[in-house]
């Protein structure tokens, strides 16, 4: 385990995280890196964790594990009861479970719907919930983090990811909510869109370079935002891409058409047709064959 100086501002010492989807990938990475900056981390998957805690202790590094259904109402109660068994308070959460149920929206039905919203909002919701209520009743302190894991489907859209997507986008809105409403409390709350090969993105890689795009640089940027050094940011979504950092705004205009005079079908007609003025197309998604490649910029 890293020891820190007198001050390091990406120590964790004396905290406790939480990490889900912590079994494998991103959350495996992640709950790597924050242990190694000092933190107790609570590996939260529906599978089994215990090899990680392993190897996180083998390093000399403080881990436990909680293997269970995000999903299931009072789980989130559970995970944080979990996460107190370290003797630390709980003061980052990594919500990073996710799942994917590709379809087109024709072939979409209300299981697969239900299964992606579930774990990739309902659950990182309750968990968000059950720590700020926790956080409420405590005196303000500094340190207290919720990292949340958007995706780029949820940025711009994706074909064949209507569930996933608004999951994600609702993820990310909700990130940009509780920064608002945590703030007074001390807490900072950021989400990460990430771009990295793990076992539940890999078709979507194909035969791109397995180095190109590792979790570990997610997890560097997680760390960042978990320790001292986050300590200013709140209400921030980060896009991380092998190499590449993008800090992404909200929906913004792009041109503007006004109409003082009455409205009416064929005033409408001329006026907002100044909204697309200059523009080679209305609106033409990228596929997320180009966002992967780097050839969709956003």
């Given at each position: ?11 964790l ?16 990475a ?103 209520r ?29 569930n ?7 993820l ?105 003025d200059?523009?080679a ?18």
């Amino acid at each position: 385990m890293i020891s820190p100086g007198p001050y390091d501002e990406f120590d964790l010492t004396g905290h406790a995280c939480v990490v889900t989807g912590a079994a494998q990938g991103i959350g495996a990475a992640e709950a790597r890196l924050l242990a190694r900056r000092g933190a107790a981390v609570l590996c939260a998957d529906l599978a089994d964790t215990g090899p990680l805690v392993e190897e996180i202790r083998d390093e000399g590094g403080i881990a436990l594990s909680w293997q269970g259904d995000l999903t299931e109402r009072g789980a989130a109660e559970d995970v944080l009861a979990a996460a107190e068994g370290s003797g630390r308070p709980v003061s980052v959460l990594v919500n990073n479970a996710g799942i994917v149920r590709d379809r087109m929206v024709f072939n979409l039905d209300d299981a697969d719907w239900d299964a992606v919203l579930a774990v990739n909002l309902t659950a990182p919701f309750r968990l968000c919930r059950a720590l700020a209520r926790h956080w409420r009743g405590q005196p303000r302190r500094a340190g207290r983090r919720i990292i949340n894991t958007s995706s780029e489907s949820g940025l711009y859209g994706n074909a064949g990811q209507s569930n996933y997507a608004a999951a994600k986008a609702g993820l990310a809105t909700l990130t940009l909510t509780l920064a608002a409403e945590l703030s007074r409390y001390g807490v900072r709350v950021n989400a990460i869109a990430p771009r990295a090969r793990t076992p539940m993105s890999e078709a979507a890689f194909g035969t791109l370079p397995g180095g190109a795009l590792p979790p570990d640089r997610v997890a560097a940027l997680v760390a960042w935002l978990a320790g001292p050094s986050g300590e200013d940011v709140t209400g921030q979504v980060f896009v991380v891409a092998g190499d590449t950092v993008r800090r992404m705004r909200t929906w913004s205009p792009v041109r503007a058409a006004r109409q003082p005079e009455e409205w009416s079908p064929e005033t409408s007609k001329r006026f907002l047709a100044e909204l697309f003025d200059g523009d080679a197309t209305r609106h033409e998604p990228a596929p997320i064959s180009a966002l992967f490649t780097g050839e969709a910029t956003g």
